[in-house]
Antibody, heavy 118, light 107 residues
Framework: EVHLVESGGGLVQPGRSLRLSCAAS????????MTWVRQAPGKGLEWVAN????????YYADSVKGRFTISRDNAKNSLYLQMNSLRAEDTALYYC???????????WGQGTVVTVSS | QSALTQPPSASGSPGQSVTISCTGT?????????VSWYQQHPGKAPKLIIY???KRPSGVPDRFSGSKSDNTASLTVSGLQAEDEADYYC???????FGTGTKVTVL
């Protein structure tokens, strides 16, 4: 079964940085766009960023543009999200998601929690 | 981009049908046949249940169906079952946004 496992979440102070990782297995990772989606406590889903199969194109939500960087290592079947200048409003459960294109997400990890607080 | 608009809640008795709307604009829902729906149980990750307006991924029961008219998409759950109680989110190509979410309660 296709599998995505996120890691790297935790408690961080405002203004600090954190790097999330996502390990993919049981599918050809390099054939798919990948996406990060987040969900603040008790709130809805928010698209954060996505990256093309070969990493040559990246797109970001306005709320994170200039602060977050998405990247991937196809040799390691891994997706990353470098989060800088973190704010309280970045507190959320972050999901790693397989992206079929046209904003269709067919495989979701279980998520990793990021809490930004002093 | 603003989130697509969904009713906060919907409910029905077991065996009945419930329909959830998802309203966008001509730039997203109305402009493309790329509306998706996701089901999320408490404490669980979302699950894709409808894509391209009305297609169901393998393993999704045919009790779930989708449709679209102009700028509004709809998800219908027929023959409601207890396990259908969950949050449901729509999304659409063109907006890079999800819907506001609808909590479905099985009475």
């Amino acid at each position: 079964e296709v599998h995505l496992v996120e890691s790297g979440g935790g408690l961080v102070q405002p203004g600090r940085s954190l790097r999330l990782s996502c390990a993919a297995s049981r599918f050809t990772f390099s054939n798919y766009w990948m996406t990060w989606v987040r969900q603040a406590p008790g709130k809805g889903l928010e698209w954060v960023a996505n990256i093309k199969e070969d990493g040559s194109a990246k797109y970001y939500a306005d709320s994170v543009k200039g602060r977050f960087t998405i990247s991937r290592d196809n040799a390691k079947n891994s997706l990353y999200l470098q989060m800088n200048s973190l704010r309280a409003e970045d507190t959320a459960l972050y999901y790693c998601v397989r992206d079929l294109g046209f904003f269709v997400f067919d495989v979701w990890g279980q998520g990793t929690v990021v809490t930004v607080s002093s | 981009q603003s989130a697509l608009t969904q009713p906060p809640s919907a409910s029905g008795s077991p065996g009945q049908s419930v329909t959830i709307s998802c309203t966008g604009t001509s730039s997203d829902v109305g402009g493309y046949n790329y509306v998706s729906w996701y089901q999320q149980h408490p404490g669980k990750a979302p699950k894709l249940i409808i894509y391209e307006v009305s297609k169901r991924p393998s393993g999704v029961p045919d009790r779930f169906s989708g449709s679209k008219s102009d700028n509004t998409a709809s998800l219908t759950v027929s023959g409601l079952q207890a396990e259908d109680e969950a949050d449901y989110y729509c999304s659409s190509w063109g907006g890079e946004v999800f819907g506001t979410g609808t909590k479905v309660t099985v009475l």
